[in-house]
């Protein structure tokens, strides 16, 4: 007879028919929505901090703030054997929805307690307020992604230690797949919301309030 143990940390079942079991599975969730810290740096020119835009920046841009929300994750699987069978799910999902960077740079010739620092900051500021403010705003879009991808998933029969790796994987995978076009719309909302103080008449009110730009 052939045993299958798995080497990831797993909630072991017994008493039950596998075949049973693999019908449907309950997958803890667990969400962490992380704002972020926000770094301030003031040491590089506008033309040196724009090559981290990622996009074509406006030529009125006298500050940029990096803010690009992720979803990162990792599962625990459980495994119920039945003589040379096994079967393989995902007991529970970790999920983290936070920034990868969250920078804000202010040209160097815009220096600390002048009025062209203050405006550039308060600026750049707002958009981190959208940042911070779209983890939360968000979060139960995310959870609700998470919850439906996991009713979707049902948990497989394995007949060997070699395939039970790749079938917790492929499970926790699909999972994540399904996160990652709400974390994409998320950022495109975010766009949204800081554009409306990216235009051109935002711009003329900002450098108005200064005067040695």
Known sequence: MKYIFVLLTVSLFLGQKAN?????ADTQIVLEADPGVVEYHNDLSRREFLTFAGTKASPNTLGLTVARLNV???????????????????????????????????????????????????HEDYHVRVAKEAVYFFRPDVEKALRRAVNRLKPVVVRSQAEVQPA???????????????????????????????TPESY???TALCSHW
């Open 204 to 206: 003329r009110e900002t």
């Open 72 to 122: 990162s994750g990792h599962g625990d699987p459980f495994l119920v054997q039945d003589g040379i069978k096994a079967c393989v799910g995902l007991h529970k999902i970790r999920v983290k929805i936070g920034y990868d960077m969250l920078d804000v740079y202010i040209d160097k010739k815009y220096r600390p307690g002048t009025c062209e620092y203050r405006v550039v900051k308060d």
């Open 20 to 24: 049973a079991f693999c019908e449907s």
């Open 168 to 198: 917790f994987e492929k499970q926790f995978q699909q999972v994540m797949d399904e996160v990652r076009p709400v974390i994409q719309h998320i950022n495109d909302k975010i766009a949204e919301k800081n554009y409306e103080i990216d």
